[in-house]
């Protein structure tokens, strides 16, 4: 049975910081695409950050204030988040996304992020 267990979050002030940490379960950690979307209320699911095989990317919207990095040994992937802004508000999931497929198999469990002004 896979699981992604997610913790961190919480609520911090703007210009804050927080790390999100994603634990795997079940799977052979280092063949997935491990992936960070958010949603924000009454908006859709946005992929914030992507990580496997090497190599790391985040959209234009947090480019430089969003890190994801991964310990394979750990079957953990993490976000983290800097300069923080009220848009940044949200529940964020980790995915995880098999090599080859454009779609996320496995889901956290989802954790609030609220950034107060």
């Known amino acids: 049975q896979v699981q992604l267990v997610q913790s961190g979050g919480g609520l911090v002030q703007a210009g804050g910081s927080l790390r999100l940490s994603c634990v795997a379960s079940?799977?052979?950690?280092?063949?997935?695409?491990m992936d960070w979307f958010r949603q924000a209320p009454g908006k859709e699911r946005d992929l914030v950050a992507a990580?496997?095989?090497?190599?790391?990317r985040v959209p234009d919207s947090v480019k430089g204030r969003f890190t994801i990095s991964r310990d394979n040994a750990k079957n953990t992937v993490y976000l983290q988040m800097n300069s923080l802004k009220p848009e940044d508000t949200a529940v964020y999931y980790c995915a995880a996304r098999p090599a080859g497929l454009a779609e996320a198999r496995y889901w956290g469990q989802g954790t609030q992020v609220t950034v107060s002004s």
């Open positions: 079940g799977l052979t950690f280092s063949r997935y695409f």
């Open positions: 990580s496997g095989y090497g190599s790391e």
